[in-house]
């Protein structure tokens, strides 16, 4: 299923201006591509992050940046996507919160084998690269609450202090049940 971005008028028309009549289409023929979420930048850019599929069991992380009209911003990433296969089996970006000197992308990872999942947290620079001095991995964070336990974020937010707080569930093998979950991390990640 390939992902879709429309652009509208304030009367709930296609706005024809945007992509093709209204409509941009990011064909993948591996697979399916989905985006969760997007930012309007100050120069009216569109940030919009997901995954793309590498096979029909491997997703990896997508961010994309658009022009105002609908097309790739082709100074971003490559061609206008930055593209991050995390560790070979499914990565989902899910949550974009913008900085004045990047974008912090947050959302998760599940190993080949499908086990359990972990939260990332990455930042890119405003290019589209990772930014190397961010995080405990050369630009990125990815963590777990146990070897054991499934955690997914759903949502994140930047505090005054510049602390990263993530809220979402972390599924325990031991109880089977979801817990509530909050991480924080520091402004390095």
Known sequence: VPSHDRSL???GTLDATFGSNG???YGNTLGG????DLEVLSDDKILICGATSLSAANTQWAVW???PNGTLDASFGTGGVMQWEIEGGEDYAREIIVQNDGYLIIGGSMPAGFSNERIVVAKLDLNGAMVNTFGTNGGYTLFTTSTQDDVVS?????MPNGNIFIVGSSYSMMDNMDHAMIAVLDNNG
Do not use: S
């Open 9 to 11: 008028n304030v009367d």
């Open 23 to 25: 409509v941009f289409v």
């Open 33 to 36: 591509d989905f985006m969760y």
């Open 65 to 67: 940046r658009f022009l």
């Open 154 to 158: 759903r949502g994140a937010a930047i």
